[in-house]
């Protein structure tokens, strides 16, 4: 299909694998065969990479080894390697060999506007862990964990999201008052400066913070976006920023 689109090719000197890096509930997952299924019924899916990470080795060397770390320095078989090469046995059955050379791992991309699933993978990417639910902690939610672990970094994240926020508005202003004065130039002087004033009174852009909303919002707000957006799917997002903005602005500033 890539030849046929005449995609270009590429390539590479090292291996390179996808690891998934979304919430439990927000993952694919491949199906096992029916024959397998029938002999498990409990669980039909294959594990992840994330799974396969929370059944490592129990050996000392793998106690302090991150999630993208483990999978870029060692093999997952189902089979005993050459007699010659060192194993290790683990929580599946499964050998894990280390590699010769490290493999470059990629993940799924997320924004800061995608909530959870942001603040989710940076938790993934940066903890020690054997169970999902530590990344949660008895926080309850995983933007509040990073918070609390990382505060300096959450700090310069909410400071760059406004600092774009203001240029993104100071420029969609200065368009807008460019193009008034293109459409009333050969207007005579007092009417054209009584229509620039009431064409600029119009001006009401949409705040780049709109899509990052979620980020500056409350708990409770976080709380109940990440349901909706979680249960409406991806395809309004976007519609949801503008409403929850609409709607946290009416109760800030009440008739």
């Known amino acids: ?103 470059l791992v990629i993940f799924h991309h997320t924004l800061v506007k995608s909530g959870e699933e942001f603040f989710y993978e940076q938790l993934l990417l940066r903890f020690l862990f054997r169970d999902e639910a530590e990344l949660l902690n008895d926080f309850a939610t995983y933007k509040e964990h990073f918070q609390s672990k990382f505060p300096q970094e959450y700090g310069r994240l909410v400071s760059d999201i406004k600092k774009q926020s203001t240029i993104q508005s100071n420029a969609t202003i200065e368009n807008y008052l460019q193009l008034i004065q293109k459409i009333t130039l050969n207007i005579n002087g007092n009417l054209q400066a009584i229509i620039n004033q009431q064409l600029a009174s119009l001006i009401n852009p949409v705040p780049y913070m709109t899509r990052y909303s979620s980020i500056i919002s409350t708990d409770d707000q976080y709380f109940n976006y990440n349901i909706l957006t979680s249960s409406w799917g991806l395809l309004i997002k976007e519609n949801i920023h503008t409403f929850y903005l609409q709607v946290w602005q009416e109760l800030e500033n009440p008739l």
């Open 1 to 103: 299909m890539i030849l046929l689109l005449g995609y270009k090719l590429c390539r590479l000197s090292i291996a390179v694998n996808y690891l998934p890096s979304l919430p439990l509930l927000s993952r694919s997952k491949a199906i096992k065969p029916v024959y397998l299924i029938l002999e498990n019924e409990e669980n039909p899916y294959w594990n992840d990479a994330i799974e396969k990470y929370l059944k490592r080795p129990q050996s000392d060397i793998f106690h302090n080894i991150t999630y993208p770390k483990y999978h870029q320095q060692y093999q997952i078989s189902s089979k005993p390697p050459n007699i010659s090469r060192q194993y290790w046995i683990d929580l599946n059955g499964n050998y894990i060999i280390k590699r010769q050379k490290d493999i």
